[in-house]
């Protein structure tokens, strides 16, 4: 077979098995979100607990960088503390590693197995549920055709002279091995993807055990920068998870490479093959480091705080200036296309305000003080400016001249200024003044309104990622979810009020003294919920998804 023919099927069956890993972890967090809510919960538990639930997230979502940034959106929010989420992340660093042992055996009878009942879930049956799920299975029988594929493209290469001589210059050379380990794993933002493929070519014998080694320790330390690398745009409290988690795994790494190095420790046992042998490596060295590492997280919690330290107290002043900072270029007023995709920008901003206020409502409700309420409610100043803003700016783009797609764009983006604005209030105005009033009479929610609470608080700000995400890419599936979102909201919130009138039917004092409070926060959720599902209504309108009248016709 000429080499470039091996090179294409070589790109393609990698591809095939990055896309197939994005399907699983698609799937798993559109189907299975509550699951992964309630790990994250538990995860507060403690550190062996985080542990132990980080590596069941990676396992339900074949990546440890997707917990790594669901951690990070919990850290920025103050809901998740430091060492805790260190601890949350070196056991995804395991159940990451446990994924690539059991996609490593012969399961190529599952195949097609995974390709017919995984198409017929997704394609066929109704409910999101099993159509995200089929995504899953689908994903994990193309993972296992990637694979297949991944060593019918190299069989040829067995034979070649050039494989033999890059493997046999990097047995010889650890440190160029490690750093293309790395460097390919942060470049394709895929441990499981990174490792399969190494431990496939060592399989066929085209890498060398001895070359596999510092390859794949390379690979675990990729692992840890995609994290650090995608978290760049975030605040300190964030960053400093992916920060310390790669400080662990590089540390690591080198006890690791020297160990073996110095002490010629017969790797080779661990498997009856170089593939075998270096995945166990991986899950070896992964177990080892949360060994070690666990007790340690503590003072990585503290080292991280020192190198990323939070920004300087601003005063009023500079207060002041941050407000006037702004998306909404006056330059471009005349040209439609850009000055929408201004008020685009300042309309995501706007959103995150928004966000930054309603993500630690729990926390207020649990033991906010009055200078962190009153801290809270203040951002809705930034929020009503940017509203004003956008809406002004709109209208002085429609002073000009616009073909109807523009005018209708210029509508739509007014509406969604229009919705957040009366979200930031509701938060403001109500969640944040029922906080205040639980803390001044120091009331305490039973545990299960507390949980129903939480529940719904966490779904609804998870719905938040998503309608911005939808105001940006104008996904059609993503709005379709969201939309979907709003009667499971419902529901939740319906649900949560017979509960809770139960409760005070029995006589539960906690539910009885927090009864009015419990009862406004749930609605407040559920209509927060609501505003943020209408946008994704004109895009379904416009792809005629979205029914005109929810009234059955008559006859």
């Known amino acids: 077979m000429h080499f470039s023919i091996i090179l294409l099927h070589l790109a393609g069956a990698t591809l095939l098995l990055l896309y197939a890993v994005h399907l699983v972890r698609t799937g798993m967090e559109r189907a299975h979100a509550p699951i992964l809510r309630q790990l994250f919960g538990e995860a507060r538990g403690g550190h062996t607990r985080a542990a132990a639930g980080g590596a069941a997230m990676a396992v339900?979502?074949?990546?440890?960088?997707?917990?790594?940034?669901?951690?990070?959106?919990?850290?920025?929010?103050?809901?998740?503390?430091?060492?805790?989420?260190?601890?949350?992340?070196?056991?995804?660093?395991?159940?990451?590693?446990?994924?690539?042992?059991?996609?490593?055996?012969?399961?190529?009878?599952?195949?097609?197995?995974?390709?017919?009942?995984?198409?017929?879930?997704?394609?066929?049956?109704?409910?999101?549920?099993?159509?995200?799920?089929?995504?899953?299975?689908?994903?994990?029988?193309?993972?296992?055709?990637?694979?297949?594929?991944?060593?019918?493209?190299?069989?040829?290469?067995?034979?070649?002279?050039?494989?033999?001589?890059?493997?046999?210059?990097?047995?010889?050379?650890?440190?160029?091995?490690?750093?293309?380990?790395?460097?390919?794993?942060?470049?394709?933002?895929?441990?499981?993807?990174?490792?399969?493929?190494?431990?496939?070519?060592?399989?066929?014998?085209?890498?060398?055990?001895?070359?596999?080694?510092?390859?794949?320790?390379?690979?675990?330390?990729?692992?840890?920068?995609?994290?650090?690398?995608?978290?760049?745009?975030?605040?300190?409290?964030?960053?400093?998870?992916?920060?310390?988690?790669?400080?662990?795994?590089?540390?690591?790494?080198?006890?690791?490479?020297?160990?073996?190095?110095?002490?010629?420790?017969?790797?080779?046992?661990?498997?009856?093959?170089?593939?075998?042998?270096?995945?166990?490596?991986?899950?070896?060295?992964?177990?080892?480091?949360?060994?070690?590492?666990?007790?340690l997280t503590g003072a990585m919690a503290r080292l991280t705080t020192t190198l990323l330290s939070e920004a300087p107290v601003r005063t009023k002043d500079d207060d002041l200036v941050a407000r006037r900072i702004t998306a909404l270029d006056r330059a471009v007023t005349g040209v439609p296309t850009l000055a929408l995709a201004s008020a685009t920008r300042e309309l995501l901003r706007m959103g995150e305000l928004v966000e930054l206020m309603f993500r630690p409502v729990m926390d207020m409700f649990k033991s906010g003080t009055s200078e962190q309420i009153a801290r809270l409610r203040s951002l809705d100043e930034d929020v009503n400016d940017a509203h004003t803003g956008i809406k002004l700016y709109i209208a002085e783009v429609n002073r000009g001249r616009l073909t109807s797609e523009e005018a209708r764009r210029g509508i739509e983006l007014t509406d969604v200024a229009i919705n957040l604005e009366h979200a930031g209030d509701v938060i403001a105005k109500n969640l944040l003044v029922l906080a205040a009033e639980r803390s001044e009479k120091n009331l305490n929610f039973s545990k299960e309104g507390w949980a129903e609470m939480t529940d719904l608080h966490a779904r609804v700000a998870e719905n938040m990622q998503l309608a911005l995400n939808v105001l940006i890419s104008n996904d059609l599936a993503a709005a379709r979810q969201l939309v979907a979102e709003k009667e499971r909201i419902r529901t939740q919130e319906r649900q949560s009020h017979e509960q809770h009138l139960r409760r005070l039917q029995s006589g539960k004092m906690e539910s009885i003294e927090t009864s009015d409070i419990h009862l406004e926060a749930v609605r407040a959720f559920k209509e927060i919920n609501s505003l943020l599902v209408t946008i994704a209504y004109p895009l379904l309108t416009q792809s005629g998804d979205l029914l005109s009248s929810r009234l059955v016709r008559l006859a």
């Not at 993972?143 to 991944?150: D, G």
């Open 60 to 295: 339900m979502l074949q990546s440890s960088t997707a917990v790594a940034m669901l951690a990070c959106g919990f850290a920025a929010g103050a809901v998740l503390a430091l060492p805790t989420g260190l601890a949350l992340l070196l056991g995804a660093d395991l159940g990451s590693a446990l994924v690539v042992r059991v996609l490593s055996f012969d399961l190529g009878w599952l195949i097609p197995v995974c390709l017919l009942a995984g198409g017929v879930m997704h394609l066929k049956l109704p409910g999101q549920k099993i159509r995200e799920t089929g995504r899953m299975v689908l994903g994990v029988g193309f993972v296992l055709l990637s694979l297949k594929l991944l060593g019918e493209a190299t069989g040829p290469l067995r034979n070649a002279e050039l494989l033999p001589m890059i493997s046999g210059y990097l047995a010889q050379d650890y440190l160029t091995a490690f750093l293309l380990g790395a460097v390919f794993t942060w470049l394709i933002h895929s441990s499981v993807a990174a490792v399969l493929m190494i431990t496939a070519l060592a399989s066929q014998g085209l890498v060398s055990l001895e070359a596999g080694i510092p390859l794949i320790l390379g690979a675990n330390v990729g692992s840890g920068l995609i994290a650090f690398w995608l978290s760049r745009g975030m605040g300190p409290a964030a960053r400093r998870l992916p920060l310390g988690n790669l400080i662990f795994r590089a540390c690591g790494t080198v006890v690791a490479l020297v160990a073996i190095q110095l002490f010629s420790l017969p790797v080779g046992w661990l498997g009856s093959n170089a593939g075998v042998a270096l995945i166990n490596l991986h899950v070896l060295f992964n177990a080892c480091l949360g060994v070690f590492c666990l007790p």
